[in-house]
């Protein structure tokens, strides 16, 4: 495995291009250009890797993989899937885009204000340039961090990005590899970082080839998404590089700040070495050689800080975690409702224990999860963990997709906006928030199949057991469901959206300026909980400064007696 | 969670008896007391667990579980099934035995000399009394720890021990739990200790009424054998409590020395604390309660020093393994064949690695496993390894199930033996082979399900594909294959057998008496290998002391010259 370039997929060198791709188990594999149907035998070498050298593709060109002479492939390491996710792969030289970021420096995690996005409901245009279109005003905003929703090419132009299934692949209708180079480019220029949603726990269920080629699933775990990938059965190491390759091209070749894998709770590895350890020591090398930051993030649902713990301390040595549980904490804090896994939270104390402990599960028993959960992280400083009051999940996994605005107060909103964005923790926004947009973000996919169509109405409607909701779900595979699910930039400038965007805009300088809101160290918190004025003082210190929130998750004004409290 | 008695199933306290099931699902649970069909209702707790205390039961009745009025079951926890898997379960007094072990210290884990045997096929009596009737010839022969197959209870008479479906019973053809009682303080008395085989990775499939109780089993995982323990999903405390203090209870009542886990690598539990650690922390609190030493090994197919290193290094904390590849490697170099797993195995060098390395892959790509194995195990003391050159997995499972007596020469096997007994690892011997039984030890089950046997046989069959083995396989469930695979201890002064008898005595007594082969520092050894003449030096230190242990693999006479090594 090389930390320069990558070594598997379609890679253009000079006069050429090197062509490797993993088949075990094929007798005989050739490389089709698909311009005049030429098929250009590969050789084999050890491990099942077939390779070939040739000056008849350049940029541009369409390929195949032709296996056994009777298979035609699409690349498992396309770069670029112009005509989707069963057409051919198409060569991209990612060295051709003309960097002009080098004065970009990857800002410290501590100081991450980080901005979830979705690239096809973000902007009008569904796309990267839409997204750059925005950028002076997410700059005004105040954030300093874009996080986008996963870009791996997808079945059609409608879909959140977990049903990716070309992990190397950008999404074509989003502007392809180059067009994201174009736009990490344009946010280094502006002096905002770029956080990519990477998927390493599952694949996609249509133009799913990745089983013709090698065995890049096991049958020792089951996921709830389908097979699993194979990290440590027989087989494992080619899966292994495949995945560690593609997390060092978004930070070699896409300039990519960090990556936010998905549900790595959901990644079963027993293998000696955690795949993500293994990610993290070569993105360490990676770093080691360029001179550059980049950050390692998980969503996982584990409260064990093994995910977060360093190399050295035999953790897997991610830099920084989501925390679902801060949101489930406050949102029910806020008065929303308590199904699902919202059962396990009982409202102000619990978000009292989220602002110290990070973890509300750190032992106890968990009535939802039926088992004693979790372990104490209080050695794990507050960059480790990423707080929010919505994200695409806990909108879009609701029936309706309803935005935290048409489930809250107005002031209920600002309330929640300013407990996340006072939190010794990393804040971030889900897109729209900042105006209490009131569009819903709804699931929605463009799945061609129509049978998976079906099985993905159906299963989103088995989803929603939990919820105990009334009525019909949207179809997913309906394109006003993903159209009514887009950002109304024109409510920027209108009452009351104007109003909250202010709130949000000034909220963040203060986060942004206020010493004790920037310093991120937790033994510098303390929290005094009223549950019966439902009142909560947040208290932060940085040297002399002394910094007191008071939140009222009442109805009615509530006297809140300071304390004299020093630290 | 108790460390100083049982706290699950039916135990015996003042003036009657205390019965506790796990049953979540349950609506109702009665205990019915089966010499008179009376049913007492239990009292529902917490967590699904169901209490009752009550007068009527006392030591050596028969009673059962009644779920919702109308499964009558046995106790998962069940001490004692007289009536085998599908009958009432019998009350145990574990505290009538009259112990007389006071002066018995379990000695230190590198003097362990193990002697691996099955409880049916050791004596002819086919139970613990006929080990007992030896006891003599072991202390004798000077091994100082028996290490018993699984001894929990399993349909019919017949059986490895692997499809036990109680956990807590002993086998009640083997004597019951008094029986062992009786066994481990007889050992006890003639300075034997007593390692249990047990086996947390699966119950067997015949008599299995855990799934009917509560949540065992979990689907997140598949095992070879069926259902996977559930250590780790929802509702699994009470499985791990389940697990764990079974541990304690061999310790505790049976007064047994050390555990012998079967296949770890099949314990799956990605919990922040893994179930092994956590049996280790509830041993260590034992053992500081009680002043007894008690040890921890495991079977293991990861070489993954995690498991052996300590907690305090986020290891497992195991005290030692199992290392087939020791195994493996001797056996292949010894000039067995190279089917199946051995394909990994060249001879010689990994014998000599094996000596240096414990594990013979410890990084390198292995080509039966298909992908790198291994980690270093530099820094893990001789004692964590135990060594054989066969065992009843070694052996029974070939199709035929011969023993080394049968596929190698006499003077090979006094080779192996050697090799075994110098090495500076915990030795174990398999039952008979110090007198080079030649009867097979078969694959036996005496399953009643007539599906099932039938099952069985298919899938003996099957696993007879990797070996390429020809002919047909005995059949598992014919009471011949059982009594043809008894050791036959009429040989012992007959003519070559009392010869090897005689050999394996005198390596014991060195392996006991010179000090550089009773000192396991793994730093003071040095191998050298001869391919060509198939010759294998081993050097061994101690102070002053240098041991030089010749090994001719080859067939005929070889020069070696001594090197003027020192250490």
């Known amino acids: 495995m090389e930390i320069e370039k990558r070594t598997i997929g379609v890679n253009v060198s000079k006069g050429g291009v090197k062509a490797v791709v993993w088949a075990p188990n ?3 594999v050739s490389l089709r250009i698909c311009n005049g149907r030429i098929d250009l035998p590969m050789e084999q070498k050890d491990l099942g890797y077939w ?11 369409l390929y195949r993989f032709v296996l056994d002479g009777e298979k035609f492939l699409p690349d498992p390491a396309s770069l670029s899937q112009p005509e989707d996710v069963h057409g051919p792969s198409q ?8 960097w002009t970021d080098e004065g970009w420096d990857n800002p410290a995690l501590e100081s991450y204000l980080l901005y979830e996005l979705h690239a096809g409901t973000f902007s009008p245009e569904s796309n990267f340039a839409g997204i750059e279109a925005k950028l002076d005003y997410l700059k005004e905003l105040g954030i300093n961090a874009i996080e986008i929703m996963p870009v791996a090419q997808f079945p059609g132009g409608r879909n959140w990005g977990y049903d990716g299934v070309f992990p190397y692949a950008v999404q074509h209708s989003y502007g392809g590899p180059k067009g994201l180079q174009q736009l990490v480019n344009a946010c280094h220029k502006k002096s905002i970082a770029v956080v990519l949603d990477v998927v390493y726990n599952h694949l996609g269920p249509e133009g799913n080839y990745f089983g013709e080629f090698g065995h890049y699933f096991t049958k020792k775990y089951n996921t709830p998404w389908g097979n699993a ?21 978004w930070f070699r070749d896409f300039h990519i700040d960090a990556l936010r894998m998905d549900a790595v709770h959901a990644i079963n590895d027993f293998s000696p070495k955690h795949i993500l350890a293994e990610i993290k020591e070569h993105v360490d090398a990676l770093m080691k050689q360029t001179g550059k930051k980049h950050y390692l993030i998980v969503e996982c649902d584990l409260n064990d800080t093994r995910y977060i713990n360093g190399l050295d301390k035999q953790g897997y ?22 199904t699902g896994y919202y059962e396990d939270f009982n409202g102000l104390k619990d978000l009292a224990k989220a602002y110290c402990d990070a973890y509300v599960y750190d032992g106890q028993y968990s009535a939802h999860r039926h088992k004693n959960f979790g372990v104490p992280a209080k050695n794990n400083p507050g960059k480790q ?13 609701r029936m309706l997709g309803e935005r935290n605005s048409q489930l809250f107060s107005f002031e209920m909103q600002k309330l929640m906006a300013a407990a996340v964005l006072t939190a010794p923790f990393l804040p971030m926004l889900f897109m729209g928030e900042e105006w209490a ?59 009351p959206h104007a109003m909250m965007l202010a709130y949000y805009k000034t909220l963040i300088n203060l986060r942004k300026t206020v010493p004790a809101l920037k310093n991120l160290n937790r033994q510098h918190v303390q929290v005094e909980a009223n549950e019966e004025n439902k009142t909560l003082v ?11 929130v008071l939140m009222n998750f009442s109805d009615q004004q509530q006297v809140i007696a300071l304390p004299s409290t020093e630290k």
């Open 26 to 28: 094929a007798k005989n």
């Open 51 to 61: 390779h070939l050298q040739t000056d008849q593709l350049k940029d541009g060109d």
């Open 91 to 98: 060569v991209v030289d990612l060295k051709t885009f003309q």
């Open 229 to 249: 990938i194979n990290f440590d059965d027989a087989w494992c190491d080619a899966v292994r590089q495949y995945y560690i390759e593609n997390a060092l091209m």
């Open 317 to 338: 040595g991610m830099d920084s975690q989501w925390v679902d549980e801060f949101h489930h904490a406050l949102r029910v804090t806020a008065g929303g409702d308590r």
């Open 385 to 397: 963990f990423v707080v929010f009051s919505q994200n695409h999940d806990q909108v879009g996994n």
């Open 437 to 495: 947009e009131p569009n819903p973000f709804l699931y929605f996919v463009s799945h061609t199949d129509a049978e998976l169509a079906e099985a993905v109405r159906k299963g989103r409607k088995a989803e929603f057991a939990a919820f105990h909701a009334q009525g019909e779900a949207p179809d997913p595979v309906d394109e006003q469901t993903f159209e009514g699910s887009k950002l109304q930039w024109d409510l920027l400038d209108k009452y």
């Open 538 to 548: 947040l208290h932060r210190w940085y040297q002399g400064e002394h910094l007191v």
